[in-house]
């Protein structure tokens, strides 16, 4: 599966006399909005002065892997005058969702448990494709349509929790667990226009991508209580999680020295955004 971009890389390629003054290259920007996503809840408890029952406002979190602010390149290569051969890489890495989970206030107005979650993704979106302009003049619409893979994924996700009562865990305990492994996948399509008055252009489009990822492990990273890492004192089992289609449940004893069993999760990575960027033509005399 790793090879698989590569290989569509070298087919937009295949049977066709390549020029250094037909190649481009652009430099780009984007910000992607979420499709769709799991849902998170964002629970805030609290406890009346007058009965003493507890109430909350819950709200609803969504969680998109693939959203967020992204920076890349792309090269391309001028098949035609309304079509062009393009490879494109964004990089995405600050992409950062946070909310509290859970919070609650007794009746003083004492802040007794308050759970905050993070959840963070980096990963390299590979793009090749097919762009059809309306031509190669001063100005231009076109349309581009092409696989997309999302590499070298990394899913993190942080928890702060505090707590002021009486449970085995009174005080504060932060946790990290990082999720990686396999190439999420999919496809995008754009539609842009470009302005290009020489060997330099500028252009901006609208793009969407509907993409899933499915990772291939989980490891719990960081386990600090009251500021004292006690992550040595967690096995293995408890630690580490293997994605798998299928797994034995009620084998015991489990092995505290091997990584438990799941079943996989797949990650909504769909999103729609703006991308905005500048082109540069490798040949002074094409447009």
């Known amino acids: 599966m790793r090879h698989v971009p590569f290989f569509l890389i070298a087919s ?37 002065p007058n009965n003493g029952q507890r109430f909350a406002h819950i709200k609803k979190v969504n969680l998109n892997w693939g ?14 005058d309304h079509m062009e051969a393009v490879l494109r890489s964004t990089f995405f890495a600050f992409q950062h969702t946070r909310w509290t989970s859970y919070h609650v206030t ?29 031509g190669m003049g001063r100005t231009s619409w076109y349309l581009m349509v092409g696989p997309s893979f ?27 667990t990082e999720s990686s492994g396999r190439v999420g996948l999919g496809g995008s399509g754009a539609v842009g226009f470009m302005y290009q008055p020489g060997r330099i252009g500028f252009f901006g489009e609208i793009n969407a991508t509907a993409m899933s990822w499915v990772p291939k492990r989980s490891k719990l990273t960081r386990f600090d209580q009251n500021g004292t890492d006690v992550l040595h004192t967690v096995s293995v089992y408890d630690a580490e999680t293997e994605f ?12 505290p020295d ?30």
Do not use: C
Request: glycine share 8%; proline share 6%.
């Open 244 to 255: 798998v289609n299928e797994y034995d449940y009620g084998v015991y004893p489990v092995d």
């Open 67 to 80: 959203r967020g602010p992204g920076v890349g390149l792309l090269i391309g290569y001028r098949l035609n």
């Open 12 to 48: 937009l390629f295949a049977n066709t006399s390549i020029r250094a003054q037909d190649l481009f290259v652009e430099a780009h920007s984007t910000f992607q909005f979420p499709i769709g996503g799991i849902t998170a809840s964002e629970a805030k408890w609290e406890v009346s």
């Open 150 to 176: 999302a590499m070298l994924p990394k899913s993190t996700w942080s928890e702060n929790n505090e707590q002021d009562v009486p449970t085995p865990w009174i005080g504060h305990v932060e946790s990290t």
């Open 106 to 134: 007794d009746a003083d107005g004492i802040v007794r448990e308050n759970d905050r979650a993070t959840l963070s993704m980096r990963y390299l979106r590979i793009e090749p494709a097919v762009r059809i302009r309306t």
């Open 258 to 287: 091997k990584p438990r069993k799941s079943l996989h999760i797949q990650y909504p990575m769909s999103t729609w955004g703006i991308l905005v960027g500048v082109r540069l033509n490798l040949a002074k005399n094409k447009a």
